[in-house]
């Protein structure tokens, strides 16, 4: 397991990031930057933080539950 410093941090070479938490620092983040840090374009959101149209302005496919 690698722990990391930053959501950011995470998200580096990643082909998908999955959003499980609420935390202001998720809610927060910088969606462009974190795209630009990942290999691939996948975000799917469990805690629907974001809303469609923002994720997918920034460059994701978008899946999220309960929407």
């Given at each position: 397991?690698?722990?990391?410093?930053?959501?950011?941090?995470?998200g580096?070479?990643?082909?998908?990031?999955?959003?499980?938490?609420?935390?202001?620092?998720?809610?927060?983040?910088?969606?462009?930057?974190?795209?630009?840090?990942?290999?691939?374009?996948v975000?799917?959101d469990?805690?629907?933080?974001y809303?469609?149209?923002?994720?997918?302005?920034?460059?994701?496919?978008?899946t999220s539950?309960g929407?």
């Amino acid at each position: 397991m690698d722990w990391c410093a930053s959501a950011l941090e995470a998200g580096e070479g990643a082909h998908a990031t999955v959003v499980l938490t609420e935390w202001n620092e998720f809610r927060g983040l910088d969606l462009k930057a974190l795209k630009q840090k990942m290999q691939g374009n996948v975000l799917v959101d469990l805690r629907n933080v974001y809303s469609a149209e923002m994720v997918r302005d920034a460059g994701f496919e978008y899946t999220s539950i309960g929407r």
